[in-house]
T-cell receptor, first 112, second 113 residues
Framework: GENVEQHPSTLSVQEGDSAVIKCTYS??????FPWYKQELGKGPQLIID?????GEKKDQRIAVTLNKTAKHFSLHITETQPEDSAVYFC???????????FGTGTRLKVLA | EAQVTQNPRYLITVTGKKLTVTCSQN?????MSWYRQDPGLGLRQIYY???????DKGDVPEGYKVSRKEKRNFPLILESPSPNQTSLYFC????????????FGEGSRLTVL
């Protein structure tokens, strides 16, 4: 069946450094790719998303890139801060459907 | 405040004792769904509902039931819980049409002994 692979499972960076999390999806029909941040004891919250007609999207320190040919998409966080420490999930979906396939999550630790 | 509310947040129960986890949203969203989160497995969809009286199975529906009698509520029912249903459960909602942001509740941690 469809799946989304996410790497790495844990990532530690020094404050101020960049962090990159990568996902690969299997269903070539997927055309919507959201990223969620889950803080301790909370539900996941959308931080950025991208549709397949766009190769890159930025929102301040966060950016997402998409390579449709390789079926890869990545989350880039620059100038990391301690409050960026959380679990991050990628997901793949098809616009018009109600199915979301989530990655297995990346625990990001930003060391002060 | 727009939100998805789940209850209970924490529950310890025993094998076979029926339980219901409630989910309510105040955003008039048509779509609601349930996920379970397990270490190393991410979020897996259990059931979803496109609107009142319309539900469908997700990837891991075994052992669960749902109902959608009102737009705002989408309870998750475990008729005979087993230890392998020990997990962190999330309810989510979003408006119908297209793809878009899922709004998640704060989670319900269930332990089945």
């Amino acid at each position: 069946g469809e799946n989304v692979e996410q790497h790495p499972s844990t990532l530690s960076v020094q404050e101020g450094d960049s962090a990159v999390i990568k996902c690969t999806y299997s269903d070539s029909a997927s055309n919507y790719f959201p990223w969620y941040k889950q803080e301790l004891g909370k539900g996941p919250q959308l931080i950025i998303d991208i549709r397949s007609n766009v190769g890159e999207k930025k929102d301040q320190r966060i950016a997402v890139t998409l390579n449709k040919t390789a079926k890869h998409f990545s989350l880039h966080i620059t100038e990391t801060q301690p409050e960026d420490s959380a679990v991050y999930f990628c997901a793949a979906s098809i616009v018009g459907t109600y199915k979301y396939i989530f990655g297995t999550g990346t625990r990001l630790k930003v060391l002060a | 405040e727009a939100q998805v509310t789940q209850n209970p947040r924490y529950l310890i129960t025993v094998t076979g004792k029926k339980l219901t986890v409630t989910c309510s949203q105040n955003m008039n969203h048509e779509y609601m769904s349930w996920y379970r989160q397990d270490p190393g497995l991410g979020l897996r969809q259990i059931y979803y509902s496109m609107n009142v009286e319309v539900t469908d199975k997700g990837d891991v529906p075994e052992g669960y039931k749902v109902s959608r009698k009102e737009k705002r509520n989408f309870p998750l029912i475990l008729e005979s819980p087993s230890p392998n249903q020990t997990s962190l459960y999330f309810c989510a909602s979003r408006p119908s049409g297209g793809a878009g942001e899922l709004f998640f509740g704060e989670g319900s941690r269930l332990t089945v002994l």
